[in-house]
């Protein structure tokens, strides 16, 4: 027994999840800066950007990206600038929405079987969305993208969480949790700097 003390294995693995994280949000900073340094010498004023997140709330970790945008909203009010959507099942409900909004950037956060970790968030490419699984909603994210741009010009960073379970009525997992805590805070911390909301 460990009184008053962390076990050293748990600390060592806590060290190492740490660890990936700051890696993790190193490069998504890069990407996210690097992006907006492109869009900034096109245009004089920041992107104008929707927020989607998209699950089923009942299905376990297939809430994550729901989840994720519910605690950005809890934190941030909808702007000119940025708009944050709940969409659950169905984002082409929410497609008159997002024209009208007209945005530069569209960030979209879905649970996605990427046969990466439990928990790892990753940037991907959209020639790959057909091919990520844990897909529930009743489009494709492709599908849902090809009929936005038919009206609209905009760019897509799509968000994928590695699930542990999307299984009906299961909880969410503990390593998703963490990711979704750990990428609000980072999102929410380059959102101010970047919009000073």
């Not at 941030?76 to 600038?81: A, E, H, L, M, Y």
């Amino acid at each position: 027994m460990h009184y008053g003390k962390w076990h050293p294995h748990r600390k060592k693995r806590l060290r190492f999840i740490t660890d990936e994280k700051k890696i993790l949000h190193s490069y998504l900073s890069e990407q996210l800066d690097q992006a907006l340094k492109s869009h900034l010498a096109k245009n004089d004023c920041l992107p104008i950007l929707v927020i989607i997140g998209i699950g089923n709330e009942l299905n376990g970790d297939d809430a994550a990206g729901v989840i994720l945008t519910q605690k950005l909203k809890k934190a941030i009010s909808n702007s000119d600038q940025v708009k944050l959507i709940e969409a659950s099942i169905a984002p082409e409900n929410f497609t008159g929405v997002i024209r009208d909004y007209c945005p530069d950037w569209l960030w979209i956060f879905d649970a996605a079987e990427m046969g990466q970790k439990s928990g790892t968030l990753q940037l991907i490419d959209l020639d790959q969305l057909d091919s990520i699984g844990a897909n529930t909603h009743r489009i494709s994210p492709t599908m849902f993208l090809s009929y936005l741009q038919l009206e609209l010009d905009f760019r897509t960073f799509f968000f994928g969480i590695q699930p542990v379970s999307v299984e009906p009525f299961s909880d969410m997992s503990s390593p998703v949790k963490r990711t979704i805590q750990t990428t609000t805070n980072f999102l929410l911390q380059w959102l101010r700097n970047t919009y000073n909301i």
